[in-house]
């Protein structure tokens, strides 16, 4: 089910947390690991523009352009050079690349030919970003189809797998994929249903427990009432293990979204990595 995963770097403190999380995984999937690092060519494309109309007046813009891409070019190359050199040891599949574009775009682009993307929470510029979460993985998470993994800088192997259930489409498609990875991994597996009537939640566990039968696994089933947001932050904030949260994501509509901010981008932000999010 999962084959082929995306590592997006880009030599932040989350690098070496997206590599061995990616690393993990495909040695117990038997997956193909596809990295790449990405020139951002906005950075240099809006220093010419910005330039051009004097915000540079003593180093000619087009000059500045070049080494500004020289630069990010040597940067990533360097970057690409020292994953490969980590890599070659492991038993995982693997190729490295560098980039020029959109990292967005690309990611997206590229998510279509993998069956799972691995990021940093945040990425090269967490110093200066006062934000919690970086801009690029939440706009990859709202346009990219494939699901995400979103990790923080510490890595662990995984002990347990946490998945939340409300009965909609994307949560049924997180049910499926968090059973699969709780069996191939061979982990202990909980379902989470969360809302402010119990017979809503207790049907939600009856159903998710009728569809795990045929797995085997060890599983446990818990409901909370409350806000989905606020219980699912403090869940992951309380399990004694290393555990993988997985969720469905945007389950709400875009206008919602745009006005309150979605239980998917309060989850992301809040609650403790890694969260694997599935549309």
């Not at 809006?46 to 051009?52: I, R």
């Not at 970057?79 to 040891?89: C, E, M, R, T």
């Not at 004694?240 to 901010?261: C, K, N, W």
Request: hydrophobic share 40%; glycine share 6%; net charge negative.
């Amino acid at each position: 089910m999962i084959k082929s995963i995306l590592l997006p770097v880009d030599g932040s403190a989350y690098t070496e947390s997206v590599l061995n999380h990616g690393k993990y995984l495909a040695e117990k999937l038997d997956a193909f690991l596809r990295v790449i690092t990405i020139v951002d060519v906005r950075t240099y494309e809006w220093t010419l523009n910005v330039g051009s109309e004097g915000y540079m007046p003593v180093v000619p813009a087009t000059v500045y352009q070049d080494e500004s891409h020289k630069f990010l070019t040597e940067r990533a190359d360097g970057l690409i050079k020292k994953i490969s050199n980590h890599l070659k040891d492991s038993k995982v599949k693997y190729e490295c690349e560098r980039l020029d574009g959109s990292p967005v775009e690309l990611i997206c682009e590229l998510g279509r030919q993998v069956d799972l993307i691995i990021m940093g929470a945040r990425g090269d510029y967490e110093k200066w970003d006062v934000t919690i979460l970086g801009a690029t993985i939440e706009s990859v998470s709202r346009q990219c189809q494939t699901p995400l993994m979103v990790v923080d800088k510490s890595f662990d192997i995984l002990k347990n797998i946490i998945v939340a259930y409300d009965q909609s489409n994307y949560s049924n498609k997180s049910l499926k994929l968090a059973a699969h990875l709780a069996s191939e991994l061979r982990l202990p597996f909980e379902v989470l249903s969360v809302g402010n009537e119990e017979e809503f939640r207790m049907e939600c566990l009856g159903e998710a427990k009728k569809y795990l039968e045929p797995y085997n696994l060890e599983t446990q089933y818990r409901h909370e009432a409350g806000d989905a947001s606020e219980v699912i932050v403090e869940v992951t904030k309380n399990v004694p293990d290393f555990s993988l949260l997985v969720m469905g994501s945007y389950g709400h509509s875009r206008i919602r979204e745009a006005i309150l901010g979605s239980t998917t981008v309060e989850v992301m932000r809040n609650a403790v990595k890694p969260i694997l999010m599935v549309k």
